[in-house]
């Protein structure tokens, strides 16, 4: 069901300091920036991977509101990382096939992700407190 790593989010109280940290420690780039208003998120990709499966990235994740996921996720824990993305194929019968094993989708329908993704969160309770994303990417990224 799995294709790849696509991102690992990291949450931060400031991408004006985080993306410079991060470029001069690795050497990455930005490649995408965009704010998701539902998600409550400005949001900066650094490309780490190019391969036959589709892209790895780090995501930079700043909260939009302090009510959001990642605004909640910093107030209560700290900066760090906040969840994982594992890229698929065909997102709707993954999700399909969490469902009929019982997991619990805090998506059960996907949403609007990354650069035109279509995107659904498992909740962490079932997945050894791992908050994990399922990543159908757009055609070219
Ligand atoms: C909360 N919890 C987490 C967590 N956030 N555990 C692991 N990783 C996280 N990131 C845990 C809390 O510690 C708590 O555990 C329980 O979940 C409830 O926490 P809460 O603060 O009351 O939060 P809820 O219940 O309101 O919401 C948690 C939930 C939410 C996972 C449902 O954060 C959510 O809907 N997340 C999915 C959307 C999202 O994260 N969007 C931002 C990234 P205890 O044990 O204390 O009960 S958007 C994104 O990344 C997009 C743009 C993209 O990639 O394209």
Known sequence: MLTRIDHVGIAVASLAEAIPRY?????????????????GVREAMLLVHS???????????????EDSPVGKFLAKRGPGIHHIAYGVADIDSALAAL???G???VNSTP??????SRIAFVHP????GV???LVEAAEGH
């Open 111 to 116: 949403v609007h992700g990354t650069a035109g």
């Open 51 to 65: 391969g036959e499966a589709g892209n790895s990235y780090v995501q930079l994740l700043e909260p939009l509101r």
């Open 131 to 133: 908050l994990t994303e």
């Open 23 to 39: 470029e001069e420690a690795f050497g990455l780039k930005v490649v995408h920036q965009e704010d998701n208003d539902r998600q």
């Open 125 to 128: 309770k079932g997945l050894g």
């Open 103 to 105: 997991f619990d989708l």
């Open 99 to 101: 469902t009929t094993t």
